[in-house]
């Protein structure tokens, strides 16, 4: 029986968290968070501070003895194995550049102190290093990396439930407001309204997902205003539930096309994070050097415009509202706001991603970046310059009856549909007797569709021409 600390980072859960779950039952575990901002590769967003601030209550109450502390974890970690004669720390293993350097640094430290340093992968279902191709280097398209490289590797390990810990505390620890996650306006109140930010919660959305929307995923997945995805991504990122816990339910439901593409998109995280994990400086650059000579075009009216869905375009003004409004949006209209972003305002895709990230609660590194290299076609198996969607006519394909638009553009809530995703269209009499004036209660489009589109592709043209 010994002394063992166990630092929560993103594995904000007891159930199924596979490095807690190493630690001996008989030792003693000093279970602690420590907030330390020079941690991340990347500052945490605002939106991902509120969920952490919400998930650290959650934790507490599930584990009473949990500890916090603010400060450098390479100074705070080695105090602790001294003032409480240590003779073990745990930690999830982490895969993004500057986490994963932050915790090397610690091993060697740690050793100097003769305290053994358990690293173990809570996070991904199939490690990197374990996700190769045959001669020894990483996948850049999906479908062989997926196919090949997970479905054929060693199944996920199983969910660890029900195990009970001997945990104990620190009188010294902070309060969680000590760290100032939420922001001095109110912004916060609105964005959690509609979230149970808890384990719990994250298993009653699983549940509901399971029950009845992954009956329709592939196909409704498409559609914003059908509750057919999952909506696990923020309790994915933060750790509230564990992957492996997804994977294995998902997997007991008979397997047809719904259920597995369901599992494919799991697999598109795992995509993301290997490609982060093997590429660590397409955080910033372009998998694709021939981007780096892209003639971006900085329009910060038009950037502004589009961060405040006041585009002109109700399908992307609406999943910019509904982002900065719930701190979430729908998969297909990331697709559509992001090539906007990109293709029509040619606006470079690391101001999108860098909004994303202040915005979202499932702002993840791996994922948010290769999705924006996605979109902008720079990234790994990414969409093909040419095609740029048309807010148009994905308004009137996937939200044909508006239910999804008119929650975040209440202002065209009597338009007829037929105008709704291109209300400069209706006829100017109908607009006076709805009162509605392009201009003023809704913006006019700031850029052309068949312009930009011409511009788009005229920019990516002259990448082929230099390549």
Same mark, same amino acid.
């Given at each position: 029986?010994?002394?063992?600390?166990?630092?929560?980072?993103?594995?904000?859960?007891?159930?199924?968290?596979?490095?807690?779950?190493?630690?001996?039952?008989?030792?003693?575990?000093?279970?602690?968070?420590?907030?330390?901002?020079?941690?991340?590769?990347?500052?945490?967003?605002?939106?991902?501070?509120?969920?952490?601030?919400?998930?650290?209550?959650?934790?507490?109450?599930?584990?009473?003895?949990?500890?916090?502390?603010?400060?450098?974890?390479?100074?705070?970690?080695?105090?602790?194995?001294?003032?409480?004669?240590?003779?073990?720390?745990?930690?999830?293993?982490?895969?993004?550049?500057?986490?994963?350097?932050?915790?090397?640094?610690?091993?060697?430290?740690?050793?100097?102190?003769?305290?053994?340093?358990?690293?173990?992968?809570?996070?991904?279902?199939?490690?990197?290093?374990?996700?190769?191709?045959?001669?020894?280097?990483?996948?850049?398209?999906?479908?062989?990396?997926?196919?090949?490289?997970?479905?054929?590797?060693?199944?996920?390990?199983?969910?660890?439930?029900?195990?009970?810990?001997?945990?104990?505390?620190?009188?010294?620890?902070?309060?969680?407001?000590?760290?100032?996650?939420?922001?001095?306006?109110?912004?916060?109140?609105?964005?959690?309204?509609?979230?149970?930010?808890?384990?719990?919660?994250?298993?009653?959305?699983?549940?509901?997902?399971?029950?009845?929307?992954?009956?329709?995923?592939?196909?409704?997945?498409?559609?914003?205003?059908?509750?057919?995805?999952?909506?696990?991504?923020?309790?994915?990122?933060?750790?509230?539930?564990?992957?492996?816990?997804?994977?294995?339910?998902?997997?007991?439901?008979?397997?047809?096309?719904?259920?597995?593409?369901?599992?494919?998109?799991?697999?598109?995280?795992?995509?993301?994070?290997?490609?982060?994990?093997?590429?660590?400086?397409?955080?910033?650059? !372009? $998998?694709?050097? =021939?981007?780096?000579?892209? +003639? /971006?075009?900085?329009?910060?009216?038009? #950037? %502004?415009?589009?961060?405040?869905?006041?585009?002109?375009?109700?399908?992307?003004?609406?999943?910019?509202?509904?982002?900065?409004?719930?701190?979430?949006?729908?998969?297909?209209?990331?697709?559509?706001?992001?090539?906007?972003?990109?293709?029509?305002?040619?606006?470079?895709?690391?101001?999108?991603?860098?909004?994303?990230?202040?915005?979202?609660?499932?702002?993840?590194?791996?994922?948010?970046?290769?999705?924006?290299?996605?979109?902008?076609?720079?990234?790994?198996?990414?969409?093909?310059?040419?095609?740029?969607?048309?807010?148009?006519?994905?308004?009137?394909?996937?939200?044909?009856?508006?239910?999804?638009?008119?929650?975040?553009?209440?202002?065209?809530? !009597? $338009?007829?549909? =037929?105008?709704?995703?291109? +209300? /400069?269209?209706?006829?100017?009499?109908? #607009? %006076?007797?709805?009162?509605?004036?392009?201009?003023?209660?809704?913006?006019?489009?700031?850029?052309?569709?068949?312009?930009?589109?011409?511009?788009?592709?005229?920019?990516?043209?002259?990448?082929?021409?230099?390549?």
């Amino acid at each position: 029986m010994g002394n063992v600390l166990f630092l929560f980072t993103n594995d904000l859960r007891l159930n199924d968290n596979q490095a807690l779950a190493s630690i001996n039952h008989n030792d003693s575990i000093l279970p602690v968070f420590i907030y330390d901002a020079s941690f991340y590769t990347k500052p945490l967003g605002q939106a991902s501070k509120v969920w952490l601030h919400h998930s650290l209550i959650d934790l507490k109450q599930l584990c009473t003895s949990l500890s916090f502390y603010k400060g450098s974890i390479l100074e705070i970690v080695p105090l602790l194995v001294k003032k409480f004669t240590l003779e073990k720390v745990v930690v999830s293993e982490q895969f993004f550049p500057h986490e994963k350097s932050v915790i090397d640094q610690l091993s060697s430290i740690l050793s100097s102190l003769r305290c053994q340093f358990n690293i173990i992968n809570t996070s991904l279902l199939w490690h990197p290093n374990d996700v190769l191709k045959d001669d020894g280097t990483p996948y850049r398209v999906f479908t062989p990396f997926y196919k090949k490289g997970c479905l054929l590797a060693d199944e996920p390990l199983e969910p660890i439930l029900d195990k009970s810990y001997q945990f104990f505390s620190d009188l010294d620890s902070l309060s969680i407001d000590s760290f100032n996650f939420l922001p001095t306006h109110s912004w916060d109140k609105c964005l959690i309204k509609d979230w149970d930010i808890s384990v719990k919660g994250a298993h009653k959305v699983l549940d509901r997902f399971l029950k009845e929307g992954i009956a329709s995923y592939k196909d409704g997945r498409d559609f914003p205003g059908l509750q057919s995805v999952s909506r696990l991504s923020a309790y994915i990122r933060f750790g509230n539930i564990s992957i492996n816990q997804i994977w294995h339910y998902a997997k007991k439901i008979p397997s047809n096309k719904h259920r597995d593409h369901f599992l494919s998109e799991l697999g598109w995280r795992e995509f993301s994070y290997s490609l982060l994990y093997h590429f660590p400086a397409m955080t910033t650059q !372009n $998998l694709q050097v =021939k981007f780096n000579a892209f +003639p /971006w075009q900085i329009n910060k009216t038009n #950037l %502004r415009a589009w961060q405040q869905g006041m585009t002109g375009y109700p399908i992307v003004d609406a999943g910019m509202r509904e982002l900065w409004q719930t701190g979430y949006m729908h998969n297909r209209i990331r697709m559509i706001v992001g090539s906007f972003l990109v293709k029509n305002l040619l606006i470079d895709w690391r101001y999108g991603e860098s909004w994303f990230w202040d915005c979202l609660f499932d702002a993840d590194l791996a994922s948010n970046t290769a999705s924006w290299q996605w979109v902008a076609g720079c990234g790994a198996d990414a969409a093909p310059y040419f095609r740029i969607f048309n807010p148009v006519t994905q308004g009137q394909k996937f939200d044909s009856n508006g239910d999804y638009t008119l929650r975040f553009i209440p202002e065209l809530k !009597n $338009l007829p549909k =037929k105008y709704l995703f291109s +209300p /400069w269209e209706a006829p100017p009499d109908l #607009l %006076r007797e709805l009162n509605i004036t392009l201009g003023k209660t809704y913006p006019k489009p700031i850029v052309d569709l068949r312009d930009s589109r011409e511009r788009a592709l005229a920019a990516f043209q002259s990448l082929k021409e230099i390549s």
